[in-house]
């Protein structure tokens, strides 16, 4: 099975600037969408973005909306999550998710392990 | 507040059956999207637990079973075991917001 891991997490102080990656371990990364999905401490699981196969489709929740761009690279079977304006509350734990179909409803199949971002000055 | 509503704890005895909820609204569950669960350990990657509503991973036990009626869904975990004690999701898209949506997730202790 795809094994994806996700890096670039640290400490970053509000309203700068920080870039997410998540390397999947081969080529059929190209034929699923990948999310982005944030655990706040203490919280639930919140969903951040989405993107299409084919980087056709990005979908955002409010909360990150102008703020986050969600990119991919197929040719380097990468995820990108860039997030710009920092602020505290989006200190968490960041995974990177596979969709398990080309819908908009689909299951997350497939998850990596996590990446901790902190917010704070 | 979580567009998907589940109660924040459940707890069983070993062997018993527990069942976890997940109310929506007209613009997720009740639009017939899909409902999906998710089992959750503290520092580990969530995993996939009932997918399409009702249906299982391959090396999901069938003691972990999913059920949707309309803006409701429901996961039900019988034989209850001590490692099932973990946080459970279920999740959703929503038409209105256009993008996946979380219940806030349940507690599950095994007494």
């Known amino acids: 099975q795809m094994k994806l891991e996700e890096s670039g997490g640290g400490v970053v102080q509000p309203g700068r600037s920080l870039r997410l990656s998540c390397a999947a371990s081969d080529s059929t990364f190209s034929d699923h969408g990948m999310h982005w999905v944030r655990q706040a401490p203490g919280k639930g699981l919140e969903w951040v973005a989405l993107?299409?196969?084919?980087?056709?489709?990005?979908q955002y929740a409010d909360s990150v909306r102008g703020r986050f761009t969600i990119s991919r690279d197929n040719y380097k079977n990468t995820l990108y999550l860039q997030m710009n304006r920092l602020r505290a509350e989006d200190t968490g734990v960041y995974y990177c998710?596979?969709?398990?179909?080309?819908?908009?409803?689909?299951?997350?199949?497939?998850w990596g392990q996590g990446t901790l971002v902190t917010v704070s000055s | 507040q979580s567009v998907l509503t589940q109660p924040p704890s459940v707890s069983g005895a070993p062997g018993q059956r527990v069942s976890i909820s997940c109310t929506g609204t007209?613009?997720?569950?009740?639009?017939?999207?899909?409902v999906h669960w998710y089992q959750h350990l503290p520092g580990t990657a969530p995993k996939l637990l009932i997918y399409?509503?009702?249906f299982r991973p391959s090396g999901v036990p069938d003691r972990f079973s999913g059920s949707k009626s309309g803006t409701s869904a429901s996961l039900a975990i019988t034989g209850l075991q001590a490692d099932d004690e973990a946080d459970y999701y279920c999740q959703s898209y929503d038409s209105s917001l256009t993008g996946a949506v979380f219940g806030g997730g349940t507690k599950l202790t095994v007494l």
């Open positions: 007209s613009s997720n569950i009740g639009a017939g999207f899909d």
């Open positions: 998710a596979r969709a398990a179909l080309t819908t908009l409803d689909a299951s997350f199949d497939n």
């Open positions: 399409g509503n009702i």
């Open positions: 993107i299409w196969y084919d980087g056709s489709t990005k």
